[in-house]
């Protein structure tokens, strides 16, 4: 077992009561909570994937900046 993981503090960002994290990999990404996202593939099957906005995106729908203590990226 892990006995110590390093956490950094990283902007958040808080939009309708949703908390949005720095994307893993994608710089300028956040992600949300949950596959609520739904795609149909040319196959006609479906994919879902989690909320993803950029920087931007979230600003301009009104998004507030938070910190949190999350794992270094």
Known sequence: MVEHIEKTNQ???????VTYVPHYS???????PGWT????T???GTTYYPPEYTLLELIG?????????????
Do not use: N
């Not at 996202?37 to 149909?40: A, C, E, G, K, L």
């Not at 729908?61 to 990226?73: D, I, P, Y």
């Open 61 to 73: 729908k009104g998004a507030v900046a938070a910190e949190m203590f999350l794992w270094a990226r």
């Open 37 to 40: 996202h739904r795609v149909t």
């Open 42 to 44: 040319q196959e006609g």
């Open 11 to 17: 902007q958040v960002w808080k939009l309708k009561g």
């Open 26 to 32: 994608k710089p300028d990404t956040f992600v949300g």
